[in-house]
T-cell receptor, first 112, second 112 residues
Framework: NAGVMQNPRHLVRRRGQEARLRCSPM?????VYWYRQLPEEGLKFMVYLQKENIIDESGMPKERFSAEFPKEGPSILRIQQVVRGDSAAYFC??????????FGQGTRLTVV | DQQVKQNSPSLSVQEGRISILNCDYTNSMFDYFLWYKKYPAEGPTFLISISSIKDKNEDGRFTVFLNKSAKHLSLHIVPSQPGDSAVYFC???????????FGTGTRLKVLA
């Protein structure tokens, strides 16, 4: 049973480009979470999804950010028109229920 | 508004001694608490959890204590080992939700 898979591990984008971060949850896990970690800070909740539904997006910026978890395929976190302040580590986690969430290795986004 | 607080950014402990990491929370609706360990450039790894119906949970060298009246939890590691050196995050979720709120982390250094 593979763990939570995130790709790419590192992503470099120029200002104004789009960033797409992918997350494949653990087998059997229907709950997916996205967190962002800025340098020297903790993990900030962004969005919680179940299959095809966004349950809680209270931590996600209203503009430029979107997330999806389609019926087939990975969850995608999309950042449009990236700015330098979007540079961070983005972590995805999954859980089967209200239990411990398992995290992926993260995607480190650098905006140049 | 930081609902989960880890007031000690760092802690140094001698190998073989006890490490005590503390976490305070403000939201009385939190009913599930977790501790994660994180190494640089990796995703957080789940360590141990506790439900609000308990006041203690033990797993090997790791014990979590929950004091609901004080809204405080702590992680005890005994005996501490150099491999325990990492950043430790506590997290909490409220009843009826799956969103985890993380503290800012405590960097533990175990000295050989």
């Amino acid at each position: 049973n593979a763990g939570v898979m995130q790709n790419p591990r590192h992503l470099v984008r120029r200002r104004g480009q789009e960033a797409r971060l992918r997350c494949s949850p653990m087998k059997g896990h229907s709950h997916v979470y996205w967190y962002r970690q800025l340098p020297e800070e903790g993990l900030k909740f962004m969005v919680y999804l179940q299959k095809e539904n966004i349950i809680d997006e209270s931590g996600m910026p209203k503009e430029r950010f979107s997330a999806e978890f389609p019926k087939e395929g990975p969850s995608i976190l999309r950042i449009q028109q990236v700015v330098r302040g979007d540079s961070a580590a983005y972590f995805c986690a999954s859980s089967p229920d209200k239990a411990e969430a398992f995290f992926g290795q993260g995607t480190r986004l650098t905006v140049v | 508004d930081q609902q989960v607080k880890q007031n000690s950014p760092s802690l140094s402990v001698q190998e073989g001694r006890i490490s005590i990491l503390n976490c305070d929370y403000t939201n009385s609706m939190f009913d599930y608490f977790l501790w994660y360990k994180k190494y640089p450039a990796e995703g957080p790894t789940f360590l141990i959890s506790i439900s609000s119906i308990k006041d203690k949970n033990e797993d090997g060298r790791f014990t979590v204590f929950l004091n609901k009246s004080a809204k405080h939890l702590s992680l005890h590691i005994v005996p501490s080992q150099p491999g325990d050196s990492a950043v430790y995050f506590c997290a909490a979720s409220a009843a009826g939700t799956y969103k985890y709120i993380f503290g800012t982390g405590t960097r533990l250094k175990v000295l050989a």
